[in-house]
């Protein structure tokens, strides 16, 4: 099955700071998914971008499905936007979403 | 209505009791599916629903028992669990079946349900 790794596992912050996170999966997909999960564990849709590029406020997105990664933009961090994130990927002749590890985001005051 | 709900919110139960997990979706979504989620791991699937019949079974072992009644309802029923089975379980949905392109293929999470085995 396809593998999903993400990037970095860590990251602390200070409250303003630009951020990048990164994704990369191991085979062709025609879902990726990128979540936010909050403390109380609720798994936000923040992008669905199985190719291209998506804006949200402060929060974008890019995949290149040819290079097979996607990368999470964060800029002017608050500290609202802790939590994990998760990349989800599914391979075209798949059927199942596969998660990565996640990365594990502090933003301090 | 955009969104999955999921009661109870928390669950406790005693190894041979019997509970069920109940996830709803109004949003003419096709396929349901349960997750369990320990601490610090990612999601892991345990069971996929397609136009209300069972398509994927992870393996998941026979003291988790998934229904689907209907289009918009999933539940979990649980019997004697052990400790170990203690997780957020996630309800999810998704508007299509099969091998879609576009926003047919995107999952939708619910809040989840925490349940601790004792």
């Known amino acids: 099955g396809i593998q999903v790794e993400q990037s970095p596992p860590d990251l602390i912050l200070q409250e303003g700071a630009n951020s990048t996170l990164r994704c990369n999966f191991s085979d062709s997909v025609n879902n990726l998914q990128w979540f936010h999960q909050n403390p109380w564990g609720q798994l936000i849709n923040l992008f669905y971008?199985?190719?291209g590029t998506k804006q949200n406020g402060r929060l974008s997105a890019t995949t290149v499905a040819t290079e097979r990664y996607s990368l999470l933009y964060i800029s002017s961090s608050q500290t609202t936007d802790s939590g994990v994130y998760f990349c989800a990927a599914k391979e075209t002749s798949g059927s199942r979403l596969t998660f990565g590890e996640g990365t594990q985001l502090t933003v301090n005051p | 209505d955009t969104e999955v709900t999921q009661t109870p919110k928390h669950l406790v139960m005693g190894m041979t009791n019997k509970k069920s997990l109940k996830c709803e979706q109004h949003m003419g979504h096709r396929a349901m599916y349960w997750y369990k989620q320990k601490a610090k791991k990612p999601p892991e699937l345990m069971f996929v629903y397609s136009y209300e019949k069972l398509s994927i079974n992870e393996s998941v072992p026979s003291r988790f028992s998934p229904e689907c009644p209907n289009s918009s309802l999933l539940n979990l029923h649980l019997h004697a669990l052990q400790p170990e089975d203690s997780a957020l379980y996630l309800c999810a949905s998704r508007p299509g079946v099969g091998l879609f392109r576009g926003a047919q293929n995107e999952q939708f999470f619910g809040p989840g349900t925490r349940l601790t085995v004792l």
């Open positions: 971008i199985p190719s």
